[in-house]
């Protein structure tokens, strides 16, 4: 394939990659936070963004079957189920926290981890059995609410979907970053995060504020999902956990803890795929083709790791949230 | 922490109760009870199309199980889940094998997962009859006791690439696969005929199995512009390629294989972007036939969905089975046939007319008289429309 031709394919491969980077950043999010304050790697959250992705997909599904969707804005319709997810993953993810964390708070942490393996097999296998039930398959396609495209240039189309999942992710980054670093219930999280004890000392209700946290991460990860759902079209139950391994490998690339590098990691993760298998197969004669774009990310993922163990913008272990 | 004191009985408790109910189901052998087992994935990715078999299997017993009882038999259905996981259609083989109850397999969907399960099959000389693999080198391993209904990948990719340079037209392609045995081989049997007829393979790109994110495929695809892709994977993926394609905005023809042949890639793929979508598949179309009707009928009214076209795959591998069973047993005057016996008479069966399939088996085990069929989907329906049979004898 000659230059010109690869040259032609970068803007779309780099609209791409934004796409798939702020979904990355937004589940990466919710890791970094509660990895900030617990100091714990959630590893369920994988799951429920997965959860988030069907429960939207769900509430359109139950929207169209009603016939109230043809008349319904499509914004209006996304929006409807992006609050519904986000408050039913916020609710899990406390509830999550409650049941299977809590009561290990103060043990070892590797008991903590696998009680994290645990629900996330057990979410997974909760909701591949209720669709199952209720469908037959597990495979759920949900209404395509945005189909709209404009063709920019020959080998550039901007997708609606990819603009609207670009804008409310940033959107969502913004108001966390305005909410953890300008409100009193942000303040309580950052002291929970430096120093759990002395927090609770200053009056600060420590289990309420890690509740607060799950709910965030959790609703953060669930509107994940349902924006997931819209820009793939068709889910199943095991999509959390590849999307919530890179994810994870987004926090750790932009220093885990620190929300800022959850947000650059998870942009640099997607473009770095996008850009990986898009261009190894030709640059490499086809011999790495597109299958090796997640060993191309994780390479780089190595390399920061070997000269920055903190990841890029990791500090040594002071500001956490 | 005394919750958690509670908590751990009831675990206990629980998985006691599951140890309970795991034992309660192994079975002694019986001398009047004949079990069919059908293995194929009725868990994971690709459940819908493992089920179908299933229940085509099903369907095929409750039919012929009236027969039997004549005969002095109950013979049952033992559905196992393989997951279309290697490992565990291992699993399952090896418990197959130790059960005496078990006469024959209808099974195995995915190629890669009968090739390792092959030699224990052999071991335990338990015959089995797949629907639906395709790999070539399945019946190359001399195994005694394996026995396909449908056309190999050697003849289902050389069909898609007759179809494409002939009737499409089609002069430069870009090929692609999932790096399974099934879709792999397929897409490099339709590399090789491609070449053959003189079309430009613009590129061969491998994709992983598990993955769902087709944008940077679609993109290059795109932009190179091809007169047709060729995509060598299961509906899962080639629905959302498909989908990424027509986003993209790409115009030319898409053909897959069997694999595709399904009722939910019009879903996942949508539509509109299937304008320009083929498919070659081994198992005839089911609504044109007299016979085929009746058995979507059937099918209908016992499981209340519509039948796949691994239905069918399932209900003729089946009856494939059941017909030898029938004679062995009539052999064997009157009494239960070993598997050795059964084997002989699925592999000796000959000009046996199934409802979708005519099956003669020769001494490796493929079919003799299977074709391949090219569907289009162009009308956005399920069956796909039929476009034309090409006879496997073409590519022998």
Same mark, same amino acid.
């Given at each position: 394939m000659d230059l010109g031709s690869l040259a032609s394919m970068l803007p779309q491969v780099f609209i791409d990659g934004l796409t798939l980077g702020f979904l990355y950043a937004v589940v990466a999010l919710g890791y970094t936070m509660v990895y900030g304050i617990l100091e714990l790697i959630n590893f369920a959250h994988g799951e429920i963004f997965m959860v988030g992705a069907f429960i939207g997909t769900e509430v359109l599904l139950l929207m169209q079957a009603m016939g109230i969707m043809s008349g319904l804005n499509p914004y209006l319709a996304l929006f409807l189920a992006l609050g519904v997810a986000m408050i039913f993953t916020g609710a899990l993810g406390v509830s999550i926290e409650r049941v299977a964390y809590r009561p290990l +708070? %103060?043990?070892? +942490?590797l008991v903590v981890l696998i009680s994290a393996i645990g629900v996330s097999f057990l979410l997974q296998d909760l909701v591949r059995f209720t669709e199952g039930m209720t +469908?037959?398959? %597990?495979?759920v396609t949900g209404p395509n609410l945005l189909d709209g495209s404009l063709h920019v240039m020959d080998g550039l189309i901007l997708e609606e979907k990819s603009l609207v999942i670009i804008l409310i992710a940033l959107i969502m980054m913004v108001g966390l970053h305005l909410f953890v670093n300008k409100t009193k219930w942000g303040i309580a999280m950052r002291a929970v995060a430096q120093d759990q004890q002395t927090a609770s000392l200053m009056a600060i209700n420590v289990n309420k504020v890690i509740a607060l946290t799950f709910f965030i991460g959790s609703s953060l990860g669930g509107a994940a999902g349902v924006l997931y759902a819209q820009y793939y079209g068709t889910i199943d139950p095991y999509i959390g956990f590849l999307l919530g391994l890179k994810a994870f490998t987004a926090a750790v690339l932009g220093g885990i803890g620190n929300m800022k590098g959850a947000m650059i990691g998870g942009i640099a993760l997607g473009l770095l795929e996008s850009l990986g298998a898009a261009y190894m197969g030709p640059l490499t004669n086809g011999n %790495?083709?597109?299958?090796y774009k997640d060993v191309f990310a994780f390479s780089i993922l190595i390399i920061v790791l070997l000269f920055r163990p903190e990841g890029i913008f990791g500090e040594a272990v002071n500001e956490k949230v | 922490m005394k919750k958690s004191g509670l908590f751990m009985l009831l675990v206990v408790l629980l998985s006691l109760g599951l140890i309970a109910t795991g034992c309660s189901t192994t079975t002694s052998s019986k001398e009047n009870v004949i079990q069919i087992a059908t293995q194929s994935p009725l868990s994971g990715d690709l459940a819908a199309m493992g089920d179908s078999i299933k229940m085509g299997a099903q369907l095929a017993i409750n039919d012929e199980k009236e027969t039997f009882k004549k005969l002095g038999f109950d013979i049952e259905l033992f559905p196992q889940d393989d997951q279309g996981d290697a490992k565990q259609g291992v699993a399952n083989t090896e418990l197959l094998v130790s059960n005496p109850n078990v006469l024959a397999v209808v099974g195995h969907l995915n190629s890669g997962v009968m090739a390792p399960s092959g030699p224990k099959y052999e071991q335990g000389g338990l015959p089995v009859v797949s629907p639906a693999n395709t790999a070539v080198d399945l019946t190359e391993? *001399?195994?005694?006791t394996y026995h396909r209904i449908c056309a190999r990948d050697d003849v289902q990719g050389p069909a898609g690439a007759e179809y494409a340079s002939k009737?499409?037209? #089609?002069k430069t392609v870009f090929i692609a696969h999932d790096k399974t045995k099934y879709g792999q081989g397929l897409a490099e049997a339709f590399k090789k005929a491609a070449e053959k007829l *003189?079309?430009? #393979?613009v590129s061969f790109e491998g994709i992983d199995q598990k993955e769902k994110e087709f944008n940077p495929l679609a993109t290059s695809i795109a932009a190179k512009k091809p007169d047709a892709v060729y995509f060598g994977a299961m509906y899962n993926q080639s629905g959302l390629l498909i989908k990424k394609l027509g986003e993209k905005k790409y115009n030319g023809f898409i053909l897959s294989g069997d694999g595709s042949d399904h009722k939910d890639l019009l879903q996942i793929a949508g539509k509109n972007n299937l304008k320009k979508t083929f498919i070659t598949s081994v198992a005839g179309d089911a609504t044109r036939t007299e016979k085929g009707k009746a058995f979507a009928k059937k099918y209908k009214d016992t499981f209340k969905l519509e039948p796949s076209t691994f239905s069918s795959y399932g209900y003729d591998a089946c009856l494939v089975v059941l017909n030898a069973l029938e004679k062995s047993i009539k052999d064997n005057g009157g009494k239960k046939p070993t598997r050795e016996q059964l084997n002989k008479a699925i592999s000796e069966t000959k000009d046996f007319e199934g409802v979708f399939t005519k099956v003669t088996f020769d001494e490796k085990g493929d079919n003799k008289t299977s074709d391949v069929f090219i569907y289009s989907f162009a009308e956005g329906t399920y069956p796909a429309k039929y476009i034309k049979t090409i006879s496997a004898a073409n590519f022998k």
């Open positions: +708070r %103060f043990s070892p +942490r +469908r037959n398959a %597990f495979y %790495f083709g597109a299958e | 391993q *001399g195994w005694k009737s499409l037209n #089609v *003189g079309m430009q #393979v």
